[in-house]
């Protein structure tokens, strides 16, 4: 076996010295996930001296284990326990070289049309037209091997949604992923052992890397320096064995804040700046997800094979009640804990069947009801519950998934609720799903996209960002991530967000 | 019979759908657990005698629950925790373990209920108020986790778990930087 860890130069906190360090560059990105690693490649291109901060660790990919609890533990934020404040809503992220790109599930889609057509009437982004964005799609399609599934690499739990759908008359296709050569290990969201997912940390970063760019882990950007409408420098600190805290400064003449739609906001919000909208950590939207599984009569082994399969639903119409199904591998963690089997032997049988059970998780449009912020406590709040207007989105995504899998020949359905839930028939979808209802803490959600903290529009008095990415307020500070969408887009978003940066990049550039 | 606990600012309990709450097993860096956290006595024997009725696998092809160190494992999980999060999930346990006191079980906890009651008392909260499926739901997710981390306990049901290394399959190492990209 090929072992030799890809090559990526990373300054790691305990290779700084304790008095820290001082740099000067001319740009410095804060997070080095989707956007962040974009930005820095695009920038490092241009010729500029960039510098990264990232607050998670380095591990190369041969440290990688497979193992998805372990994988929580060490490349998830708050080890994968970042909640809303209900407690009902797990939402995930990376934290560590290479973002939520390294444990992210590879599906792609370019932002639905139907979507920039609403930031274009709705928040003023003419800019942002499809055929405007069509060649920044383009680029990191290529720069990262992103295509459809071939048909091996749709899985037995693949097809069966792609037949059920096909039943009904329902449009749905093999996914779409930025993987080249996948070993179809099914182990995605414990990030790639082999390289073979296309990920920040196996492309944009060691690209920048090579051009220069100076890239720390365990770095975590804390505080600003102003002067009038510039932030002078950004100051860090680098956390090393046994918890000694190291102090790093970065002057830059351009700052780039990537650290992703929980973190940004909240940077901007300890520092107090940029925020006469007041719409700094409003707007948050999720896409809350929920998982459903089909039992059949034979065995599926949904966890054997690529992450994401197929995917089934109107794609094109997010805003008119649209829905995703997408065909997902699930492990007995996450085919216990995302729906309810029940309690003693009906969980135990239900586990003994869960070869059998076919598998998907939902994504809906939901609306920007949400809000990030630093509570009295210190401590961040992600303040979010299910809108009602939402909440039938997801009663028709189940209803949707419900009867594709009983199209495609399961005999029973188990929904994603805190008490176990199944429908025993085709004929008994609608009165099952009629009778759920919204509410705190009754339905396993989680959330893979957060977004929508500090809104982009064209509007200084209602949105943080202005359409090229510069923050409103401030002369030389940028937001490229995930918090600047305006509304949410159903679909997977890191497409999205790579194309944003490398279009943020280019209006950077241009300006000089 | 009614058992309604008052509703109070029991906020935010981590709910833990996809797994930190597990020992890393194989081969990561250890995680420390910065708070010192130590599983009381009271709350592991809530941790088993939860996992006891959740988990009946004797006579199946399960892996006995006894042999999986559930209560470790959750115990190493919950060490993860910040601490404010934590305080609150030690709450809802006490909750949750005293409230069989309050609602009729002859005046005993949950740890001292037979099997059939704990089930029965599980499903009444189940169908309680919110703060009342978010503990109950929360047990069970850490039960979930403290069980199937083990590998063994998973590939009792046909999960493979780590397959590349086993495998053979080579890394690609990183992707080439794209000559010059042209200008959109
Ligand atoms: C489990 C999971 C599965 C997903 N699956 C898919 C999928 O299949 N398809 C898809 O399109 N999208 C998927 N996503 C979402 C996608 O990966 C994200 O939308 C995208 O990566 C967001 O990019 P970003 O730049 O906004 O933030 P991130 O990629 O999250 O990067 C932000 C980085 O900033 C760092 N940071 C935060 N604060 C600081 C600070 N103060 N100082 C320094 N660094 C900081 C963080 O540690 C992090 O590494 C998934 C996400 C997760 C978590």
Known sequence: ?512 | MKHRLHRRTFTKLSLLSGGALVVPAIGAAPVRASNGFVLSADDRMLIETFAEAMLPTEGTSLKPQSEVPIADNVAHALALLDDPVLEQVRLGFKLFDYGAFLVGFHFKRFVNLSIEQRVDYIHRWEDGIATQRGIVDLLKKLTYLGYWKDLEAARAIGYLGPVSVAGGVPNLGNAPMPPSDPKP
């Open chain 1, 1 to 512: 076996m090929n072992d030799a860890p890809p090559i990526l130069r990373v300054t790691q906190p305990n290779d700084i010295p304790d008095a820290g360090l001082d740099l000067v560059a001319d740009v410095v990105v804060i997070g080095s996930g989707a956007s962040g690693a974009v930005m820095a490649y695009e920038l490092s291109r241009d010729g500029a001296k960039v510098v990264v901060l990232e607050a998670g660790p380095y591990l190369p990919s041969t440290e990688f284990t497979e193992h998805t609890p372990t994988a929580f533990e060490t490349l998830y934020q708050d080890h994968g326990n970042q909640t809303n404040t209900t407690g009902d809503l797990i939402v995930l992220q990376g934290k560590c070289i290479g973002g939520s790109t390294v444990v992210n599930a590879a599906a792609c889609f370019r932002t639905p049309d139907q979507v920039l057509e609403h930031w274009r009437t709705e928040h003023g982004l003419e800019n942002l037209s499809p055929e405007a964005l069509a060649p920044y799609f383009e680029k990191v399609e290529r720069n990262l091997s992103i295509h459809q599934n071939e048909p091996h690499e749709v899985n037995y739990n693949g097809r069966l949604l792609l037949e059920g759908a096909a039943k009904l008359g329902i449009p749905a296709s093999p996914a779409t992923r930025n993987v080249k050569n996948c070993a179809l290990s099914g182990h995605c969201l414990a990030a790639c052992r082999t390289d073979r997912k296309q990920s920040m940390l196996v492309t944009y970063l060691p690209w920048a890397s090579e051009l220069g760019a100076t890239i720390l882990s365990g770095t975590r950007a804390e505080t600003f320096e102003v002067n009038g409408r510039r932030i002078t420098a950004v100051n860090a600190v680098a956390t090393g064995a046994e918890g000694r805290e190291k102090p790093v400064r970065v002057e830059a003449g351009l700052v780039v804040v990537a650290a992703g739609p929980i973190q940004t906001p909240l940077l901007f919000q300890k520092n107090e700046l940029a925020n006469s909208s007041g719409q700094i950590g409003l707007n948050f939207a999720c896409h809350p997800s929920l998982a459903v599984l089909g039992e059949h009569a034979s065995s599926i082994y949904a966890w054997v094979g690529a992450s994401i399969t197929a995917h089934a639903g109107d794609v094109e119409n997010p805003l008119l009640g649209g829905y995703l199904i997408e065909a997902a591998a699930a492990g007995p963690v996450s085919t216990s804990s995302s729906v309810d089997g029940g309690v003693g032997p009906d969980f135990v049988d239900f586990m003994q069947r869960s070869k059998n059970m076919q598998s998907a998780v939902t994504l809906i449009h939901d609306h920007n009801v949400g809000r990030v912020y630093l509570g009295d406590d210190g401590q961040k709040k992600i303040e979010y519950d299910l809108d009602d207007r939402d909440f039938e989105s997801l009663r028709r995504a189940l209803r949707g998934t419900a009867r594709i899998y009983f199209a495609a020949g399961a005999k029973r359905v188990f929904l994603p609720t805190t008490r176990r839930t199944t429908i025993e028939s085709a004929d008994e979808i609608d009165s099952v799903i009629k009778s759920l209802t919204n509410g705190k803490h009754k339905y396993r959600l989680t959330s893979y996209h957060p977004q929508g903290t500090m809104r982009m529009g064209a509007d200084p008095t209602k949105s943080v960002v202005a359409p090229d990415g510069r923050c409103h307020d401030l002369d030389n500070v940028y937001v490229p991530d995930a918090s600047l969408f305006p509304s949410s887009i159903m679909v997977n978003p890191q497409v999205t967000v790579y194309a944003m940066a490398s279009y943020i990049a280019d209006e950077i550039k241009a300006r000089g």
